[in-house]
């Protein structure tokens, strides 16, 4: 089973700047993605990349500030957040995708079936 551990999360004012990381352990994955789900709202996909098709996407409210990267030495993503709002706040996870149809072109549409237990992330002031 792979296991998964985000870090990184916190307090942070308005316009300041968070890296989360993501380590993993276990098989190999196929495509990574970060999401997010604030209080009463629904479970929102963030960014994500892919290893099959090197394919890289973000949600529109993030573009331009969110930075995916990975480390494969550590086997270790990684999400830069620059210019954070108020409306960033929420639990942010990391997943994995091992196995499922996809389609080529769009990382988040991979099936993404190993969770880790998520980070939280207030901005505020």
Known sequence: QVQLVESGGGLVQPGGSLRLSCAASGPSYRAIGWFRQAPGKEREG??????LDDTTDYADSVKGRFT???DDTKNTMYLQMNSLKPEDTAVYYC????????YVGDC???KYGDWGRGTQVTVSS
């Open 95 to 102: 997943a994995v995708s091992r196995a499922g149809s996809y």
């Open 46 to 51: 963030v960014s994500c990349f892919s290893r």
């Open 68 to 70: 995916i990267s990975k």
């Open 108 to 110: 988040f549409s991979h």
